[in-house]
Each structure stands twice: as structure tokens, then as C-alpha cells.
């Protein structure tokens, strides 16, 4: 029905750079809130950041002004660009998607994920 697939995981050095992405695809009406969420080992999946389609965004405490997120709403697109990151950044980091997939249903979707260690 509809599909969300991050990409741009993979290992960084603490103080580096990455940016993820995120596409939606299928039967897509409209598309309300984007986020992204992660998950550490052991601990319960966070909020990190929310864009709502009229780009007004949301962050956590922790990622405020190192984390940017953006959407490409023609796309159907989330980032995420994540400056000088630390070593508790190291997560699963999870898109989501508030999705109108017809004029009157919509749902909320997740995507697979895409890990992020932070180490040296």
C-alpha cells in the first residue's frame, strides 16, 4: 500500500556528518506529519525530529541544533542531516509517515530503519 525506505545509514567517527533519507512510495494521497525516530539498544524508540507539510519542525532536546530535517513534499521526501555527532547518537534510526492513502483513510507508516554507530 505504501512503502518508506530510509537510506544514508552506516559508521561515522564522533564530531562527523550524516544525512539520511527517506522516500515514501504507493498509494499516496497526501502526506501530513514526516519523522524520524530511533532506537538504541536497549532503550524505547524516541522522537528525534517532525516536519509537519508546511515545514513547521519539531526536535528533541538532545539533537537541537546539530539535527536538520527537511522534506521534499513533490518527492516525497524526508531528511534528516545530522552534524557533530556523538557516540549516544548510535541508534536505528526509523522514518515515519502520517499518510492519506484516499481522501477519507490514512494511516501512520514506518520503514525498515537504518542503523547509525557513532564510534571511533
Known amino acids: 500500500q505504501v512503502q518508506l525506505v530510509e537510506s544514508g545509514g552506516g559508521l561515522v567517527q564522533p564530531g562527523g556528518s550524516l544525512g539520511l533519507s527517506c522516500v515514501a512510495s504507493g498509494r499516496i494521497f497526501s502526506i501530513n506529519d514526516m519523522a524520524w525516530y530511533r532506537q538504541a539498544p536497549g532503550k524505547p524508540r524516541e522522537l528525534v525530529a517532525s516536519?509537519?507539510?508546511?515545514?513547521?519542525?519539531n526536535y528533541a532536546h538532545s539533537v537541537k541544533g546539530r539535527f536538520t530535517i527537511s522534506r521534499d513534499n513533490a518527492a516525497n521526501t524526508v531528511y534528516l542531516q545530522m552534524n557533530n555527532l556523538k557516540p549516544e547518537d548510535t541508534a536505528v534510526y526509523y522514518c515515519?509517515?502520517?499518510?492519506?492513502?484516499?481522501?477519507?483513510?490514512?494511516?501512520?507508516?514506518w520503514g525498515p530503519g537504518t542503523r547509525i554507530t557513532v564510534s571511533s
Open positions: 516536519v509537519l507539510s508546511g515545514g513547521s519542525t
Open positions: 515515519n509517515a502520517d499518510v492519506a492513502w484516499s481522501p477519507t483513510n490514512r494511516d501512520v507508516f
